[in-house]
């Protein structure tokens, strides 16, 4: 059970374009199409962003859209926008007979 | 609407144990998984176990295997989370979270928060 590789930080100017990057295994991020991402805001709980890799749930904006290739899924945020800047968590399923689900050491995101 | 709230958190010393709960609303209770998900301070997210609507299906993080125990009753609207043997390096926010689907987590409580210190 080895979290998912996230960079560190990344940042954008605002209505730039700026991509995180979640690498995992084959037991895991390569192993099955449920990634998902989260926004994290300070003091705040986790808010679910794109599910199944690249599917967005109701409210939240088209300027978020996911994507995976191989063992590692991506997180494209387009049209930056200061309210954006937050905690991003990717987390994977990882399996069914051990029932298990593993997060990216989360990264984040700074609008400058 | 959908509401999570975790309750049984506190300050505890080393070697000691703790149990947590959460209590759910605003959905069929029995129809879905549901997860403990916890946060040290200023770190990231970490999973630390996962129950299947029926209990049949269980899971623990490497890092608590053998120390805490999750379960559920579902006549009660509730899930639980049995801590032993605490270590400072549980400390954290514990989470308890929905699951829609397959490690998809559409739903979160605010957390309830576990010091363990002497």
């Known amino acids: 059970q080895s979290a998912l590789t996230q960079p560190r930080s990344v940042s954008g100017s605002p209505g730039q374009s700026v991509t995180i990057s979640c690498t995992g295994t084959?037991?895991?991020?390569?192993?099955?199409?449920?990634v998902s991402w989260y926004q994290q805001h300070p003091g705040k709980a986790p808010k679910l962003m794109i599910y199944d890799v690249s599917k967005r749930p109701s409210g939240v904006p088209d300027r978020f859209s996911g994507s995976k290739s191989g063992n590692t899924a991506s997180l494209t945020i387009s049209g930056l926008q200061a309210e954006d800047e937050a905690d991003y968590y990717c987390c994977s399923y990882a399996g069914s007979y051990t029932f298990e689900v593993v997060f990216g050491g989360g990264t984040k995101l700074t609008v400058l | 609407e959908v509401q999570l709230v975790e309750s049984g958190g506190g300050l505890v010393q080393p070697g000691r144990s703790l149990r947590l709960s959460c209590a759910a609303s605003g959905f069929t209770f029995d129809d879905y998984a549901m997860h403990w998900v916890r946060q040290a301070p200023g770190k990231g997210l970490e999973w630390v176990s996962g129950?299947?609507?029926?209990?049949?299906?269980?899971g623990y993080a490497d890092s608590v295997k053998g120390r805490f125990t999750i379960s559920r009753d579902n006549a009660k609207n509730s899930l639980y989370l049995q801590m032993n043997s605490l270590r400072a390096e549980d400390t954290a926010l514990y989470y308890c979270?929905?699951?829609?689907?397959?490690?998809?987590?559409?739903?979160w409580g605010q957390g309830t928060l576990v010091t363990v210190s002497s």
């Open positions: 084959s037991s895991d991020v390569g192993g099955y199409n449920y």
């Open positions: 129950i299947s609507w029926n209990s049949g299906s269980i």
């Open positions: 979270a929905k699951e829609y689907s397959s490690g998809l987590f559409d739903y």
